[in-house]
């Protein structure tokens, strides 16, 4: 290839026929999570009210490597693989020696990376003979993403949606209906627990701790039904390494390393899906790149939380996750990324926070637009909120290389297009986005419903 490409094509048989999974090579397991009644750990027979047998297997497999089912690859195939750019436009634009890379994931049927967890969660469940999957969503990608997989094997979906995004992003809803599933604005008035809020507050702006009890109160009391999560658990984030798998192939194409890669992070799944492989690589001492979470300064979980076991939902229903948390009763202020307003963040990339083996730093919404219109105005693709993180911590970086002249490669992954997301694009270029300064006073008050183990 030359030197003055712009799309790296991973060519088709080259789609990756296993997940990676890292816990193997890392130099201490992470912690189990907790029964929150015994406080022993979570064994399979905890988690089958909710989860198919074969991702609970995935949850907790000491595996480096999974088979995915020829019955997913014949899904994925309609996108994957997915290309990676060399974004040499913003490069001049920004008049930087760095290469800026970036995976892009909205090629997806969704428009993001969501589909590549959505898909094999629907398929294991069907194959368990599930009737209908329920879960939650905050601006509505994971939503549709399992509205779209569902389809695929002709499962009912139930899907309760923050109320802040539900309100911000109607189109969201209109896209998951069209693939078939129901959607509620959390809290919503069919659980009991949603009822109790919304008489609290009939305005709530729900959040996705509160959408997530919901869902799962539902899925519990339905044999029929399961519970799929967008983010979070290690099955998720497993299913997500086909982007770094990806990313690692593309770039010795054309001869590269990273020296920085940088991902948006609100649950971990994208973030865990790039850099997992990659950091598989920096262990074994092919590598060595600098790995960057990238958190809203509304929700910033690893920059200001603290790393303690905690629920994974608003209603203490889940079990207990170790990971680094804003408390369980956390409210989020209704920032424009909703996919990335979660009050906790992955055990295992909370793990490998903890370990010393990546960085995190939290930038404010309108440093996040700002870069996503120089991003959009060069590169021609208009990111979703999420992304726009990823972006503005690479734009940093390659502003840095201009003063430096440090010639760093910067890899990022840009997870989804923002067509749907326009109304947060209309608030910054109205001038009404507003960046919310989160408390010292409010992180105390949520942290204080936490479990003291």
């Known amino acids: 290839m030359t030197d003055e490409y712009y799309r790296v094509a991973l060519p088709d048989s080259e789609l990756p026929t296993q997940w990676y999974n890292i816990i193997p090579d890392l130099p201490a397991p992470p912690p189990p999570p907790l029964h929150p009644g015994t406080l022993e750990p979570a064994g399979p027979d905890d988690l089958a009210p909710l989860f198919p047998m074969a991702l609970i297997m995935q949850e907790v497999t000491g595996d480096s490597f999974v088979d995915i089912p020829g019955g997913v690859l014949d899904v994925l195939r309609l996108w994957r693989p997915s290309p990676l750019f060399r974004a040499r436009r913003l490069e001049r634009a920004l008049d930087t020696p760095a290469k800026i890379f970036y995976k892009y994931e909205g090629v997806s049927p969704a428009g993001s990376h969501k589909p590549n967890t959505a898909v094999p969660q629907a398929f294991y469940n069907h194959q368990e003979g599930i009737t209908r999957l329920t879960t939650e969503t905050g601006a509505g990608q994971w939503g549709s993403a399992l509205a779209f997989a569902c389809a695929q094997y002709d499962m009912a979906c139930e899907v309760w949606q923050v109320a802040a995004s539900y309100r911000q992003k109607p189109y969201r809803k209109t896209m998951m209906e069209v693939w078939g599933a129901t959607v509620h604005s959390s809290p919503s008035d069919v659980t009991a627990y949603g009822q109790e809020l919304l008489a609290e507050d009939p305005d709530h702006n729900g959040s996705l701790g509160i959408a997530i009890s919901e869902a799962v109160a539902v899925a519990a009391a339905d044999p029929g039904t399961r519970y799929a999560l967008g983010s979070v658990l290690n099955h998720v984030l497993l299913h997500q390494t086909v982007i770094g798998e990806e990313a690692l192939k593309q770039l010795a194409m054309v001869g590269e390393t990273p020296d920085l890669l940088v991902g948006c992070t609100g649950g971990g799944s994208n973030f865990g899906g790039l850099s997992f492989p990659f950091l598989r690589e920096k262990l074994a001492g092919r590598m060595d790149p600098v790995i960057r979470c990238v958190e809203p300064a509304a929700c910033p979980s690893l920059t200001k939380g603290q790393y303690r076991y905690d629920f994974g939902d608003t209603g203490q229903m889940t079990p207990l996750l170790k990971m680094y948390t804003l408390g369980h009763s ?74 430096s002249g440090e010639e760093k490669v910067i890899l990022t992954a840009m997870c989804g297009h923002g067509h749907l997301d326009l109304a947060a694009y209309e608030s910054y270029l109205s001038g009404s986005m507003v960046d919310f300064d989160l408390s010292d006073e409010a992180i105390a008050a949520a942290m204080a419903t936490v479990p003291e183990l």
Request: include cysteine; aromatic fraction near 6%.
């Open 330 to 403: 956390f409210i989020p202020d209704p920032i424009h990324a909703g996919g990335l307003r979660y009050h906790g963040m992955s055990p295992l990339v909370s793990h490998i926070h903890d370990l010393g083996l990546v960085e995190s730093v939290a930038i404010p919404q309108s440093e996040c637009f700002a870069a996503a219109l120089q991003f959009a105005r060069t590169e021609g693709i208009v990111p979703a909120p999420e992304p726009t993180h990823a972006i503005a911590a690479a734009v940093r970086e390659a502003l840095a290389c201009r003063e």
